[in-house]
């Protein structure tokens, strides 16, 4: 073998000429980014119907002291979501979705640390930091679950529908705090979001117990870890623009 | 059965970590100041509030890409690949906000 020589002809030597990486990033990371700009397309097209269907109904224009539930009217989101756990009754508008924010941003940064560690082979700080990235995750989906659960049962004064009757939660027919669609984009947005996180969770197990069992170790590097970790980042940056448009505008 | 990795550890890279860090502060800074803002300005400045919300939002967004996603250190095609088909986004926004004002011009 010793007399086979490799030829590489200079004038095949183009940056898209095959052979090499033109963008420098291997082929699984450049299909996980653009599965994620398709994605963001998906998220995008939610958030922009949610934006048509708001701005078909009319806004409510008294008074914000004096906001009621009405079916006449868009509710003011931080009137919808003013609960805490374990504080029944006390009116803290957003404060909910504001430590939801944080702790999904707070494993972000644990993800970030665990590719940090993965890019200097340091199996033990990848353990450690998926295994926080995956509790912050799972965290936040008791969030949502309670948040859920809360909107669906509803507070205990109820909404009065058009035929004046009271009507206490919500479900995908009607809904005590404003026009239907309200309860039926809150449920698909923030639903296909905690589906992401879900997922995203159960895909950060994965390359965790292919961490802690060394296969990637053993493969020699720790690009799995990357690559998972821009999905999560995705999901916390989906949820930074759903605590916008859903919750504070 | 005491296994000995074979495999060489490096140190933390202290300047990646201290930049990740910085970029976390920011994140709940900004978050922290949405919270204030949403609270000290009266809901008649409807528009200025809805402004600087999806000016901050974008400012958070950009960081989470930039820095936690590492786009802003990749290579300029790999960024342009990504940024710009999302201004089809852009396109869609105002065609749909377009479309509301006439769906509520219709039904009200």
Known sequence: MSSTAVIVEESNKNLWGGGTAPMKASYGKLMMWFFLLSDAFTFSALLITYGLIRFSHPAYDGAVAEFIFSQEYWPIPEKVFDAVPFLHGIHAPLVFVGVMTFILILSSVTMVLAVEAGERMDRRSVEKWMLWTIIGGLTFLGCQAWEWSHFITGTAEGGKLLDGSVFYGANLQINQYGPSNFAALFFFITGFHGFHVLSGVVINFIIFYQTVVGKLERRGHYEMVEKVGLYWHFVDLVWVFVFTFFYLV | ?108
């Open chain 2, 1 to 108: 059965m005491e296994q000995v990795s074979q495999v060489e550890v490096k140190p933390v890279n202290k300047e990646k970590v201290k930049n990740f860090l910085r970029v976390m502060w920011y994140l709940a800074a900004i978050t922290a100041i949405e919270f204030g803002i949403a609270f000290t300005i009266p809901h008649e400045y409807k528009w200025g509030r809805i402004t600087v919300f999806i000016l901050l939002t974008i400012v958070k967004a950009y960081y989470i890409v930039s820095e936690f996603m590492h786009l802003g250190h990749e290579k300029k095609s790999l960024k342009m690949s990504i940024v710009l088909p999302l201004l089809f986004v852009v396109f869609l926004i105002f065609i749909m906000l377009y479309q509301a004002q006439a769906i509520y011009e219709l039904i009200n």
